[in-house]
């Protein structure tokens, strides 16, 4: 199976049945119809994205009650779309709750990258929303890089109903973002979804991707501080983490065995990727490196 295959329980978790949709548009058009929502929209980014929804067989692009959200090619940072749909079911095949994902092509042929919204649901023909706040919007501030996961986990403590099972949550995204040389996790890839039966939690995983992939030059290794640190993280920083969470030493020490158990089916994953073959062997030795550092 390639990432351009999903199985029919897959397809079913994305639309509620087997069906592959087409996206009747091309990259081309792409930043001009995000341009013409522009101020209309939500998401936020720096990369040109739409949100979408279901019609017949068809993805269609609109201005509320989106489903979906739909990230084409960059033209900054190459492979995008395959980046971060790879480093999704990486982090699925660890266990993480992510949310559903595909990787489909445009009109023309062209990547994309689509993402179910996890705070939306279909009640009817309507489609209503969870209350979801990022991090950002809960400690403020104009820095959406400032801070650390200390900060994170605080407010977990404060908000969440079962604060202990988030934190370990919170332990297992972090110590895998840093596996996968995710330097671009910042607050407003963390949220709280109150699900429909009132309780607060973490959010499933989204915006994954291996940021050190595509920019070699990067100096973090964490958005958000560890242990008081960005970089030359090592497993006694992440232990010490999982200190201040509370988190038993030997529930800690299991989820970082489990992860490093994971290298080979992750090396797999790479290899049978969508990447192109220079990025498949440059993610592999991300990888192979961050692992060693938390052994």
């Known amino acids: 199976m390639t990432d351009y295959d999903a199985d029919a329980k897959d397809l079913r978790a994305m639309f509620g049945k087997p069906i592959r949709p087409t996206i009747p548009i091309a990259l081309s058009e792409v930043a001009m119809r995000a341009q013409e929502l522009a101020g209309k929209l939500s998401i936020s980014g720096v990369q040109p994205k739409l949100s979408v929804r279901l019609d017949g067989e068809r993805l269609v692009t609109v201005e509320r009650e989106g489903q979906f959200i739909l990230k084409p090619q960059n033209q900054q940072f190459s492979e995008m779309p395959q980046n971060e749909y790879l480093c999704m079911q990486m ?99 963390f949220s709280l979804l109150t699900r429909e039966d009132g309780n607060v939690a973490l959010s499933p995983v989204y915006d994954l991707v291996s940021s050190r992939l595509v920019i070699p030059e990067e100096t973090v290794e964490l958005a958000l501080t560890v242990n008081g640190k ?66």
């Open 91 to 189: 982090a699925r095949r660890f266990g993480l709750n992510i949310a559903p994902c595909l990787l489909l092509e445009l009109a023309d042929g062209s990547p994309a990258y689509l993402v179910k919204r996890f705070d939306r649901f279909k009640k009817g023909r309507r489609i209503e929303k969870l209350a979801c706040e990022d991090m950002q919007q809960i400690l403020g501030g104009p820095d959406k890089y400032a801070g650390s996961h200390e900060q994170i986990a605080k407010v977990i403590q404060e908000h969440c109903r079962f604060a202990p099972l988030e934190l370990q949550r919170l332990f297992e995204v972090t110590i895998f973002n840093f596996a996968i040389g995710n330097g671009d996790a910042h607050r407003k890839n």
């Open 230 to 295: 960005r970089k030359r993280l090592d497993r006694g920083d992440f232990l010490a983490f999982a200190d201040h969470l509370a988190i038993a030493p030997n529930y800690a020490q299991a989820k970082l065995v489990d992860l490093l158990g994971h290298a080979g089916r992750f090396e797999q994953m790479i290899a049978e990727s969508a990447l192109s073959a220079p990025l498949r062997d440059r993610l592999a030795e991300i990888l192979a490196g961050r692992l060693n550092r938390l052994r």
